[in-house]
């Protein structure tokens, strides 16, 4: 099994060839083709490379998929005693990415 460890967006991700992650918004057009190159750590077979911090030579491909709205949050700030009450929602912006190769130049 080849998986990689990318770093995007100030996150780590787990990344598998043939599945689609959600990350925070990529600015770019639907059907795009995009390269990952902060990739971490490569394990190719049993084979583990590991980057100081980043493997140069790794690259991913992949292709956006569609940018939708995550889960809603919901944040609730009360002060005791106070009155004072503030509830407020959050929907994170995402891309949905499909992770179309992991390649080793």
Avoid: C
Avoid at 7 to 28: A, C, M, P, V
Avoid at 75 to 101: A, C, D
């Amino acid at each position: 099994m080849k998986y990689a460890i990318v770093e995007i967006s100030g996150r780590q991700f787990w990344l598998e060839t043939g599945k689609y992650y959600d990350f925070n918004r990529i600015s770019t057009e639907l059907g795009k083709q995009i390269t990952l190159n902060r990739v971490l750590l490569l394990n190719d077979e049993g084979n583990i490379l590991i980057g100081k911090p980043y493997l140069e030579s790794v690259k991913i491909k992949g292709k956006i998929l569609e940018h939708l709205r995550g889960k809603k949050t919901i944040i609730y700030k009360m002060r005791p005693k106070k009155k004072t009450r503030k509830k407020q929602g959050h929907r994170q912006e995402l891309t949905r990415v499909l992770i179309e190769e992991i390649s080793i130049s």
